[in-house]
């Protein structure tokens, strides 16, 4: 049901309507003071009364014909009741904590690991170690063991005294939660690993109470459980008052005897391989998806032709939790100066790169890889790294790297009270599932595959394209699967699909392929259209019109794009060649790798031959400049830059970076988001923009973040969100950034120069668009800004007021100087001071703070 209606009577009234969205506004607000509640309460109660007794003592009679004001009269009393409820509700269940089976089980997933140790009567003691975040569970039954690795779908299992650790696929066997894991560890059992879930779990009853004092206070809570085939069970439980997470927990049995206790810990690492949970490091390991690999022990090297057939590899270290590198046959490369002269970009491509080395690893052990790399880095270039970045720096960041738009007030209170160790973590595992995600990173491609400076209205604008690729990325299809859908598109140059990045290129062979080269493989290969390049002797101008050849038998307009029919379709058709400019010489499709297509009657068409090598997991080329172009987006620069310039003589900055990180996404079958949670995941991302010295070896080298001016898109966005200026575009709070007039008609105006990310751009004319625009002018008025109109709420204070303001426009609370200056301003006036919180908001909306992604 839409929010502007009611259940019963259809569309509401404006006035009500108006209501519903100062709510909306109002959920975002401090919660009211307590001698406001206080004098709230004491009115709606004399009021409520008055009603009442005027309903006992009016006649029927009157009551009929009344029924109208009757009606609104009682309406009112039952609204302002409803607001008091909710008001109450919210003071009361923030001022003090809950604590309820299901607290619990969240902070126990939250934490990186989970260790417990449960007391028996008998010498077998069991151990659990448990981590959400690495989707492993580890058992240890006195000498038994038993690890399952959901990211890797493997299970080994040992039992005491054998030889041999057995490793299979995970098959059929769901990830285990919290909840039945904790009951398994209580039964000091293993065989719910081997089968998955327990049945399913209800809690039929839970209650709690503080225990001890002082210090030595704690959280007692009681809870019966079903296990849903008949039985129950009642744990007793010490919980951390702060944390919500167990130190004790106790099976009590049906006589009320304490049956088991499980004591826990939680350590920052847990462990890595099974020789750290007690197998004897001599015992053999054996992968029974591979039976062919021979079985092997710890300190066994594997061959790469042993690893070749291998489904799932078998590593030096055999642990199911340690990465795995699998690398192909080195290949014979002849130094740089030994090149010869004249050769042609084949071996440009050799030299510069192999194909990518696979790198299977968990997401968080690639983080913390990739932050191996780059302290290797900065030691080798005498660079010292700045500090972690804040939690409000970090959230701000992220949620303009992730969904282009800062936060809104609530989330920055629900970030601002979250004290688990993971939330960063969680956070960005929120902001990757989320629309505002998709729709973000469309309007990134977007920008990176269609040429600027070019009118596409006449084929439907850029809307369509912008929508279709967000779908891509919403549903997280693979990268390779979206660059082959997009090079083979086919259509009509009226549809604005994916089709429109062959009409924006005029369908021209030689456009399609300088776009193509630089959007795919970060090459420049235009610089060899109309001769062999003057700078590189390289690169010839054959090896460009080779690349151009693929595209030449795609269905041509006779005379200009911008007189041809909107229904000509382009498709593929068996004719069409290109030759060299001034030159009847025909240039053959070939392959940059040197190879040249099938050509034949029963081959594939040009352009799925090239669709197929672009996108192939050996393509030296393909990942790196994907993963290169992620970084650039996240750091404001690429590993290599520019990033559609990647030569033999334009080195990585870190190439071990970008090498592993090309390989870990071919490993991950070109997972995008996976790409962007291991590099936001790291602490190299993580470190803050601020520094006491300008050092440009610091940033070039990433080791400070560097600071990002907005694009159009993030700032159009970012002012709609902090000022409530337009209502969310759909019910799961995301914006509207498709079929938006006004949103479009600020772009056509403030858009940032093409590949000018790094430093702020903003020129005069758009300074002033900014500062004087209609935007700015709305967003700041008094009678369309959603802020401005909540904040007018009498249970606001003016310090929360000014608070408010600052958290929704640079998603932080003032410190004591700022807040003393803006609430001086405010009451310098009181006759004008809504006015002036509208002076402010234009103040913080204009900052370079709020502008600036940092």
């Not at 008001?87 to 604590?99: D, E, F, H, R």
């Not at 340690?322 to 740089?336: F, G, N, Q, Y």
């Not at 062999?532 to 795609?554: C, E, S």
């Not at 970012?718 to 209502?727: D, G, H, K, N, Q």
């Amino acid at each position: 049901m839409s929010t502007d209606q009611s259940p019963e009577n259809g569309p509401l009234p404006d006035e009500d309507i108006s209501a519903l969205l100062l709510l909306r506004s109002a959920y975002d607000c401090e919660p009211p003071r307590e001698e406001f509640v206080a004098d709230l309460a004491e009115k709606l109660e004399a009021e409520f009364a008055q009603v009442s007794m005027s309903a006992v003592t009016a006649s029927s009679g009157e009551s009929q014909r009344g029924g109208s004001t009757w009606r609104r009269k009682v309406q009112s009393v039952v609204a302002m009741c409803a607001a008091a409820v909710v008001v109450l509700a919210v003071i009361i269940g923030t001022s003090q904590p809950s604590y309820s089976w299901t607290s619990m089980l969240r902070a126990l997933e939250a934490q990186p690991w989970v260790e417990s140790t449960v007391e028996e009567d008998n010498e077998r003691e069991t151990h659990g170690w448990f981590s959400q975040a690495n989707r492993q569970v580890v058992i240890r039954n006195g000498g038994d063991v038993v690890w399952n690795d959901w990211d890797r779908h493997l299970q080994s299992r040992y039992t005491s005294g054998e030889s041999i650790v057995w490793r299979d696929r995970l098959e059929g066997i769901e990830p285990q939660t919290a909840e039945s894991l904790l009951l398994t560890f209580l039964g000091s059992e293993d065989e719910h690993l081997s089968t998955g879930h327990l049945s399913e779990i209800t809690v039929l009853s839970e209650s709690w109470r503080t225990i001890g004092e002082g210090d030595n206070q704690f959280v007692e809570l009681s809870v019966s459980l079903s296990l849903g085939d008949g039985d129950t069970q009642r744990l007793l439980m010490t919980l951390n008052p702060e944390t919500h997470l167990p130190l004790k927990c106790q099976l009590i049995d049906e006589t009320a005897v304490v049956a088991s206790t499980v004591r826990f810990a939680y350590p920052d690492e847990g462990p890595q391989q099974v020789y750290d949970v007690g197998v004897p490091r001599d015992v053999l390991v054996h992968d029974v998806t591979s039976p062919d690999v021979p079985i092997l022990t710890a300190s066994n090297d594997l061959t790469r032709s042993s690893v070749a057939d291998v489904v799932t590899p078998v590593v030096e270290d055999p642990s199911p939790s340690v990465a795995v590198d699998v690398v192909p046959e080195p290949v014979e490369t002849p130094p740089v100066d030994e090149a010869v002269a004249d050769a042609s970009i084949e071996d440009v491509i050799n030299l510069q790169a192999d194909a990518p080395t696979l790198v299977v690893k968990s997401a968080a052990e690639m983080s913390r890889r990739v932050d191996e790399l780059m302290a290797a880095c900065w030691e080798a270039n005498g660079i010292t790294p700045a500090v972690s970045s804040s939690d409000e720096e970090f959230f701000r960041r992220v949620y303009l790297d992730l969904t282009g738009r800062v936060p809104t007030v609530s989330e920055c209170r629900e970030f601002m009270g979250d004290t688990s160790v993971d939330r960063r973590q969680h956070l960005v595992e929120q902001l990757l599932a989320r629309r505002d995600h998709a729709t973000h990173l469309g309007a990134v491609w977007r920008r990176m595959l269609l040429p600027d400076g070019v009118d596409l209205s006449m084929y439907g604008g850029t809307s369509s394209f912008e929508e279709w690729l967000s779908e891509r990325f919403r549903d997280n299809v693979p990268y390779d699967e979206l660059v082959r859908r997009l090079l083979l598109a086919e259509g009509r140059v009226s549809e604005s699909g994916p089709i429109l990045f062959y009409t924006a290129l005029n369908l021209k062979p030689e456009e399609i392929a300088a776009q193509t080269s630089r959007a795919f493989l970060g090459i420049r290969l235009e610089c060899a259209q109309c001769h062999d390049h003057f700078f590189d002797n390289r690169l010839k101008q054959t090896d460009f019109w080779g690349m151009a050849a693929f595209f030449a038998q795609i269905s041509q307009p006779e005379g200009k794009m911008d007189r041809v029919s909107p229904v000509l379709k382009v498709a593929d058709t068996d004719h069409g060649e290109v030759t060299l400019p001034d030159s009847d010489d025909v240039i053959g499709a070939k392959f940059l790798l040197g190879s040249s297509l099938d050509d034949s009657d029963e081959s594939p068409s040009r352009r799925q031959q090239l669709a197929s090598w672009i996108t192939a997991d050996d393509n030296p080329h393909f990942a790196r400049a994907t993963v290169n172009r992620v970084w650039a987006h996240l750091f404001g620069r690429g590993l290599v830059d520019p990033v559609d310039d990647m030569r033999i003589d334009n080195p990585s900055l870190c190439p071990e970076v970008l090498d592993e990180l090309a390989g870990y996404f071919v490993a991950t079958d070109f997972n995008l988001r996976d790409l962007f949670r291991v590099i936001v995941n790291s602490q190299t991302y993580q470190l803050t923009s601020r520094s006491l010295e300008d050092d440009p070896a610091s940033t070039l080298h990433f080791a400070q973040m560097n600071i990002k001016s907005f694009t159009a898109e993030q700032l159009y966005d970012s002012i709609s969100v902090a000022t409530r200026l337009e209502p969310l575009g759909t019910d799961d709070g995301s914006l509207m950034r498709f079929a938006n007039n006004g949103r479009q008609a600020f772009l056509e105006q403030f858009r940032a120069p093409p590949g000018q990310v790094t430093d702020y751009q903003a020129g005069i004319p758009q300074a002033l668009t900014l500062m004087n625009g209609g935007l700015m002018q709305s967003a700041t008025d008094l009678r369309s800004s959603g802020i401005l109109k909540s904040l007018e709420a009498p249970f606001f204070t003016n310090e929360q007021r000014v608070d408010t303001l600052f958290l929704a426009t640079l998603s932080r609370l003032p410190d004591e100087a700022e807040r003393q200056e803006m609430l001086d301003y405010v009451l310098a006036d009181e006759g004008e001071r809504q006015q002036r919180f509208s002076d402010v908001l234009w103040v913080l909306l204009n900052s370079a703070e709020f502008t600036l992604n940092h």
